[in-house]
């Protein structure tokens, strides 16, 4: 069985006997924990925030939500641009509303994986 929701989850056990389903028996709800889970990020490398709905933002994707997450966005100067501690909040290209120019630049990523604070870094590329 594998779990990709952390969180109260409901069970439904059913009784079969010589491969017919007589039908539900009880039904558990149990709760997930996901401290012996290793989250793991997937950080694209690129993004085009051109308004054509294809790939318009640059959006973490995991395979559990992270606890404690952070990420912070730089350009090229070492400036922020962009922060925030939720993961499923994307970053649209933007600065105080204005677009950013195409270029390179920066992610700093925290998050508790497996209780221990996990530091992720690398470069995006921005295309408009």
């Not at 959006?59 to 559990?64: D, G, L, Q, R």
């Not at 730089?74 to 962009?82: D, M």
């Amino acid at each position: 069985m594998q779990w990709h929701t952390v969180g109260e989850q409901t069970i439904s056990v059913y009784e079969q006997t010589e491969l017919i389903c007589k039908g539900k028996t009880s039904e558990i709800e149990i709760l997930v924990i996901a401290n012996d889970i290793e989250i793991i990020l997937d950080i694209p490398n690129v993004f085009t925030p051109n308004g054509d709905n294809i790939n318009d933002y640059f959006k973490i994707s995991y395979n559990f939500a992270p606890e404690n997450f952070k990420i912070t966005i730089f350009n090229r100067w070492g400036n922020k641009l962009f922060e925030t501690d939720n993961i499923n909040n994307s970053w649209n290209g933007k600065f105080n509303g204005n677009q950013c120019s195409s270029g390179v630049y920066y992610y700093l990523i925290q998050f508790k994986n497996r209780d221990k604070i996990e530091t992720k870094n690398g470069f995006l590329h921005l295309y408009n």
